[in-house]
């Protein structure tokens, strides 16, 4: 597994895993056993707290399974069984397979993107934003989350579920992306030039992202990396001065 994709958690072999090859048994996730109390009342849960924890342990399998199988091999009655809960609790709470693929989508989505607005409104003066935008955009587009929602739009052309996908996913990263212009503009740069530089700079990073499917070369991405940031820094230089 290269350096790039430890960083990024992206499964190595993602072409063998395409092409059927060996998986993995399916087993759900230990759970360590926490040490008894020995003193105070016990805290019962409300069936609602216990309903979004099954929830959320389906989803989390759910995207397990797809970093594994891939779309086109993702099967929900292993869904089930990785997430350690009844078949039945699965089917109440997603009793479609597009319900649960869309779901799953969703909850990465809209994690990452909450993610990508928190970095974005900590920054501080005087920090490399660019840089750091290049850091959160190549945490999302270099991970299986980004590949496997590739898949499922590639294989769903045409149809109102690729839609409702496209729709999703849309909202969730300009949401982000508005959180990144701001902090860029934040800094003193214009408002075009920021979103200018911004939609290059994820342009690049996603470019290079499909780049890894054929020619994952780590060492060349930071090169090129670092010479866009200088590029970058010089239009803007350039753009500010002439204000």
Wanted: hydrophobic residues 40%; positive net charge.
């Amino acid at each position: 597994m290269s350096q790039s994709e430890r960083a990024a958690g992206r499964p190595s072999h993602e072409a063998e895993r395409h092409a059927g090859g060996v998986v993995p048994p399916l087993r759900p996730a230990r759970r360590g056993r926490k040490p008894v109390a020995k003193a105070g009342p016990r805290v019962r849960r409300t069936q609602a707290e216990r309903s979004q924890e099954t929830r959320a342990r389906i989803l989390e399998a759910a995207a397990e399974l797809m970093h594994r199988r891939g779309y086109a091999h993702f099967r929900t009655a292993e869904v089930a069984q990785l997430a350690g809960v009844s078949r039945g609790a699965q089917l109440h709470h997603f009793s479609t397979k597009e319900k649960l693929v869309f779901a799953t989508l969703e909850y990465v989505f809209l994690e990452a993107a909450a993610k990508s607005r928190g970095r974005a409104r900590s920054v501080r003066g005087g920090t490399d934003v660019l840089g750091q935008i290049l850091d959160d955009a190549r945490e999302l587009f270099f991970s299986a989350n980004f590949f496997i929602s590739l898949d499922i739009v590639m294989s769903t052309t045409g149809t109102p579920f690729r839609k409702r996908v496209l729709a999703m996913v849309r909202e969730a990263r300009l949401a982000a992306e508005q959180a990144w212009c701001q902090a860029l503009t934040a800094t003193g740069i214009p408002e075009r030039v920021a979103d200018d530089i911004l939609w290059l700079t994820l342009s690049i990073v996603r470019g290079f992202a499909i780049r890894m499917l054929w020619q994952d070369e780590p060492d060349r991405f930071d090169r090129l990396f670092t010479i866009w940031r200088g590029m970058a820094r010089t239009y803007i230089e350039s753009a500010t001065a002439r204000r």
